[in-house]
């Protein structure tokens, strides 16, 4: 098919959930991809954070096929070899502390599985998030999202959600009452701005936890395995949670949720309290347990340290450069660029030469490369940066 043909089979059969970019991808490598037109792309989106390890990895391509020519489908009340494999892999990156699993599909099924497990083990009722915070559009995640615009035409949502000041404990205490199930925060908010949280925050937070007999959940769907410069962001900030939502990059492409948490909080769930049919899935778990081992192998985390910090210092000389930049932030290769207008021109003029960037919020460019991206690919990013931000500042200063 053309790419007229498969722009139009997507508008007529595809539901209307999602703001497209006017380019059809047919095939990624790496930090790169290519249109149905042979057009190449650098990819700073990273399918909003899903390729750390890259587009079709050789190891992922070869895991999935290897299993799949053995065995796709195995419900979980089967043992089985993939999953057995993945399970230890991944108990074996996270800290010590957390060493029970529930798999799922997705990042917001773990937050889910997250809420239900703290209900379940405090016999509380009461969730505090965050503003600015996003843990998925399914109900019970939904509740704990801040942006009124996902939430408002879904109400009445799940009862028992406050939403407090990201960064402010002396906020979170004052919400915290004796029906406090968890708390549920975002180490590094990502839809909500890449917020990067006040040094100390996320320790305040395990104190409160830990005086009211509350769970921490850490919402890593985002951060987590590399991304940030660390394995998980949490480990920025010295503090193991009691609970990590994980999807996104575990999967190496591949759809995954992952929710750890500590022996004697899983245990609270019971036969039959959470189940997935596709949870734990061989074909999912081949391919997990490869990404994980190429993030390890690779070093990949201390890559998107290194990375992070070259590519962060250029964006900041842009910042110096434009008036209409207010400020560059972020860890590792997770960053996010704010300006004073609504970015839509810019993710647009970058496309046309050939990059691919997030917005976070109105205002705000989203950085989520691949972190095997090469150093002169973030030097071709800047260059068109550069050239897309100078030609809207002097668009406006002409009107």
Same mark, same amino acid.
């Not at 498969?6 to 249109?35: F, H």
């Not at 004796?178 to 937070?205: H, M, R, Y």
């Not at 660390?230 to 949720?257: Q, T, W, Y």
């Not at 400020?327 to 590792?332: F, I, P, S, T």
């Given at each position: ?187 590094? &908010? ?162 046309? &030469? ?46």
């Amino acid at each position: 098919m053309n790419e007229k043909e498969i722009i139009d089979i997507e508008q007529t059969c595809m539901a209307n959930t999602y703001s497209k970019r006017p380019v059809v991808i047919v095939k990624g490598r790496g930090a790169t991809l290519w249109d149905v037109n042979g057009q190449e792309y650098i990819d700073c989106m990273g399918a909003y954070g899903v390729c750390v390890v890259g587009h079709s990895h050789p190891r992922v391509v070869d895991a999935i096929q290897q299993q799949a020519a053995s065995l796709i489908a195995c419900h979980s009340s089967l043992y089985n070899d993939a999953r057995s494999t993945f399970l230890k892999k991944i108990v074996d990156v996270t800290p010590k502390e957390l060493n029970k699993a529930f798999l799922a599909n997705s990042g917001t099924e773990t937050v889910e599985a997250a809420i239900k497990l703290a209900r379940k083990h405090t016999g509380k009722t009461e969730i505090i998030a965050f503003m600015g915070g996003y843990h998925g559009k399914t109900f019970g995640s939904l509740s704990a999202t801040w942006n009124k615009r996902y939430r408002t035409p879904f109400e009445p949502l799940v009862p028992g959600f406050k939403h407090v000041p990201y960064g402010r404990p002396e906020r979170v205490k004052a919400a915290v009452t004796d029906e406090t199930a968890a708390i549920l925060v975002e180490p590094i &908010q990502g839809e909500g701005g890449i917020k990067v949280p006040p040094n100390g925050f996320l320790g305040e937070l395990r104190e409160i936890c830990d005086a009211k007999g509350a769970l921490l959940i850490c919402d890593e769907v985002q951060t987590g395995l590399g991304r940030t410069g660390r394995f998980f962001a949490s480990e920025h900030f010295n503090v193991v949670p009691d609970v990590m939502c994980l999807a996104k990059a575990v999967g190496g492409g591949v759809p995954i949720g992952v929710m750890v948490a500590k022996e004697e909080v899983m245990a609270s769930l019971k036969l039959g309290d959470h189940s997935s049919t596709f949870g734990g899935n061989p074909l999912t778990c081949a391919a997990a347990s490869a990404a994980v081992d190429v993030v390890v192998e690779e070093r990949l985390h201390e890559r998107a340290a290194s990375l992070g910090t070259y590519f962060m210092a250029k964006l900041k000389e842009l910042q110096e450069k434009y008036r209409l930049v207010r400020e560059v932030r972020g860890m590792g290769l997770m960053i996010g660029m704010e300006f004073r207008f609504d970015v839509y021109n810019l993710i647009l003029g970058a496309l046309k &030469q050939g990059v691919l960037v997030l917005d976070a919020g109105r205002n705000v460019l989203r950085f989520l490369p691949p972190l095997v991206i090469s150093k002169d690919q973030l030097n071709r990013v800047i260059e068109v940066l550069d050239a897309v931000i100078g030609e809207e500042e002097r668009a406006r200063v002409r009107r």
